[in-house]
């Protein structure tokens, strides 16, 4: 039987499924076609965390309190393993917008305040200029998280694996640090924009991922 003319027009219009957007589409309304997540277990997919994640942070990007609370039935472990991934993404939003200020003659040393850091990206660690030292601990944070020796899935998370996220959360924090105390102005526009650090102090210390001693931005 042949197809009529009102069949295929109509198979064209459909309605567009959740979580796609069609080609051309705007960026004011990228999102609209998106299905919101109610629950984790209301979705079956196993980057559920990371969607849901990503949904809190677009709808509520200065409510820490809320993007950092595990979600109810929730893995703690794999929620901040996602947090993890996520600060790598919007900090490398961050370098960009350091990249004007932040170079190896305006900051040839990794410091923040009277604090100085060697780069562990090197076979022993050793000085770099404050932006490669920024990008080394970015990449290498990104590496560790993506290594399936270390984090073989993304759907369940041990505990040894989550014996990572101290060191990660540890290094990414100098990012934040060095902008604050070298190049307040960036920081502070980007943080007015985005309230990052706002949520990245929230989730350390929500999980005890750094002693307080060592958190410099009060």
Request: hydrophobic content about 40%; some cysteine.
């Amino acid at each position: 039987m042949q197809q009529s003319m009102a069949d295929t027009t109509a198979s064209v219009t459909q309605e567009p499924a959740p979580q796609r957007n069609n080609v051309g589409i705007r960026w004011e309304n990228f999102y609209e076609t998106y299905a919101p997540i109610s629950s984790i277990e209301a979705v079956d997919s196993p980057f559920v965390y990371q969607e849901l994640l990503q949904e809190l942070v677009r709808e509520h990007r200065h409510d820490p309190d809320r993007l950092v609370a595990v979600p109810p039935g929730g893995d703690p472990l794999v929620w901040q393993y996602e947090h993890l991934r996520q600060f790598c993404v919007e900090l490398s939003d961050f370098v960009v917008a350091l990249d004007p200020e932040c170079s190896e003659h305006t900051c040839p040393q990794m410091k923040a305040n009277e604090w100085q850091y060697l780069c562990a990206a090197h076979s022993q660690p050793q000085n770099c200029c404050a932006f490669d030292y920024v990008v080394h601990t970015l990449d290498g944070a990104c590496c560790l998280l993506n290594n399936a020796k270390f984090f073989p899935s993304r759907v369940t998370m041990s505990a040894a694996s989550a014996q990572q996220f101290s060191n990660i959360a540890r290094r990414l924090y100098r990012v934040f640090a060095h902008a604050y105390f070298h190049h307040r102005a960036v920081f502070d526009q980007f943080e007015a924009e985005t309230a990052l650090y706002a949520r990245f102090l929230k989730f350390i210390t929500k999980f005890d991922l750094m002693g307080k001693d060592t958190i410099l931005i009060k």
